[in-house]
């Protein structure tokens, strides 16, 4: 019994989906707004970017709404550089709860152009209003691979380089006890040497006070054998070196 009434529902689930795959989008109420003017509002707003003037690009930027000057510049970043204007492609509606999404395909000599409209249901004012406007460039299989594959190599590239920074780092931890014994022994080697050459000046020292007592010992025996005086009356003030 159970596995007939799973049946049974999967059943009504297909016909479902293939109910809502079959509807025709030129039959369904956006939101008050119908397939056929929703197209020919997007094909007029083209037109109207393609012949659009300095002027009236000024005045869109002074008085247009939000989506509306998004939609201006990211056509003239998107157009730029894809050579004449050749004609409209494909044109889309989809549905989903209280946004209805409008794409319109333009075709130039290099590249294909998206222009997508978004409207958002307003329960206050019950009426759909233009919330989000912009282009985009229609890439190629080959050039969406690539891009990913670009992308995956700079993301790849990046972690492996955080991955190597971060080992040198730990690696450089292990190097810190060898740096501070250096310093270490460096400044012992240091202290050791100031003391060296404290001692051998504490020695100059003596050995010039050495000399010096030498030197006045001559000089009063000198003194007492020319003056026949006795050298115990003699006394020294003080000693200028000239």
């Known amino acids: 019994m159970k596995k007939k009434l799973s049946l049974m529902l999967c059943l009504i689930i297909m016909a479902l989906t293939m109910t809502a795959c079959g509807t025709d989008p030129a039959s369904v109420d956006y939101f008050g707004m119908g397939y056929e003017e929703l197209k020919s509002g997007a094909e007029g707003d083209v037109a109207a970017l393609v012949a659009m003037t300095d002027e009236n690009r000024a005045n869109i930027n002074t008085y247009g709404t939000k989506p509306v000057i998004n939609l201006l510049n990211t056509w003239d970043e998107s157009v730029e550089g894809l050579g004449a204007y050749v004609g409209f492609g494909e044109f889309s509606v989809s549905k989903a709860q209280n946004t209805v999404t409008v794409e319109q395909t333009v075709n130039f000599e290099a590249r294909q152009v998206i ?22 460039l229609v890439y190629s ?39 501070q014994k250096k310093f270490a022994r460096r400044g012992e080697s240091e202290a050791v040497e100031n003391a060296v050459v404290t001692q051998i000046e504490q020695r100059e020292e003596q050995q010039q006070l050495t000399d010096d007592l030498e030197l006045v010992a ?22 200028h070196r000239r």
């Open 115 to 136: 222009v997508t409209y978004v409207y958002t249901y307003d329960y206050e004012t019950e009426q759909a209003e233009l919330t989000d406007a912009n282009v985009d």
């Open 141 to 179: 299989l080959g050039e969406k691979m690539a891009k990913a594959g670009m992308n995956t190599l700079m993301g790849m590239g990046t972690v492996f380089c955080v991955l190597i920074l971060i080992s040198l780092i730990i690696y450089a931890f292990n190097l810190i006890p060898y740096i």
């Open 218 to 239: 001559v000089i009063t025996a000198a003194i007492a054998a020319g003056t026949g005086a006795s050298a115990d009356s003699f006394v020294v003030r003080s000693i």
